[in-house]
Each structure stands twice: as C-alpha cells, then as structure tokens.
C-alpha cells in the first residue's frame, strides 16, 4: 500500500534529523560509505556545520567507491638507522572518474556526526569499466 500523507501530527511525531532513506534501486555492485564530524566543519550556525557535515560525508563516500573502481595508489617511505626506525611515511592518491551514483541513505551516527551510503549499480559499473578501457 502507498504510504499515509504526511500530516502535521505525523510530521510532529517525527525525529528532527531522522535518517533519509532512498527507495530499493535493486542490489547495488558497490557501496561507498562516508562519515563526517559535525563540529569540525566551517559554518556560523549549528544547522550550517550539519549541512556541511552532510557535504563532506558524501564526499568520503564517493572517494570509497572511486578507490574501489580506480584503485589507490600508496607511496611509503621508512629510514632505518642503526636497526632503528628513524622515520616512517605513507601517502595514498586517488585519482579517477565517478558517475552514476546514487544515494542509499543518509544519517547522523551519533550526536555529532553523519554517514552517507552511496552504491553504483552493476550496469553503471560495467559502463565505467568499459570508459576506462576505452571501449565506449
């Protein structure tokens, strides 16, 4: 059945910041998952600094799908003096295209952060993987 129209009594009972969930788009290839501190972000308001919050876990979780697509590439570093660890480095790039992704939900994690869930279908997968063997 299709859900109840909202009401102001249902929208009311609701919780503030309740957790957006997109409909089933099928089972999804991959998923990417962000998360991003509220109090961290630049903003004037609280409601600003959530929005960004917001912003930037969406961003984390487009760089979890394109590492999966693309890859990662880590560069290290470590010097060794006298069988002692002087110093240690490691770095790590990701570079590629991403299109296609689509939104499974969005929700705070706790009071002062947020997780964003994006997922790439097996037909858009298989489009981006072609893209890069340039067979399109």
Do not use: C, F
Not at 34 to 45: D, I, L, R
Not at 116 to 125: E, F, G, N, P, Q
């Amino acid at each position: 059945p299709p859900p109840a129209a909202a009401t102001p009594a249902t929208m009311a009972a609701a919780p503030p910041y309740a957790p957006v969930q997109v409909a089933n788009q099928g089972t999804p290839a991959l998923t990417g998952h962000g998360y991003a501190q509220v109090s961290g972000q630049p903003g004037k308001t609280h409601n600003e600094k959530r929005l960004m919050a917001m912003r930037a876990a969406r961003l984390d979780a487009m760089r979890d799908l394109v590492e999966q697509i693309h890859g990662i590439h880590l560069t290290a570093e470590t010097t060794i003096s006298k069988a002692v660890v002087q110093n240690d480095s490691l770095g790590a790039l990701v570079d590629g295209t991403l299109r296609g992704a689509k939104t499974v939900s969005i929700q705070p994690t706790g009071s002062d952060s947020y997780e964003v869930i994006l997922s790439i279908s097996a037909d858009t997968l298989a489009y981006l993987v072609r893209a890069l063997r340039g067979q399109v």
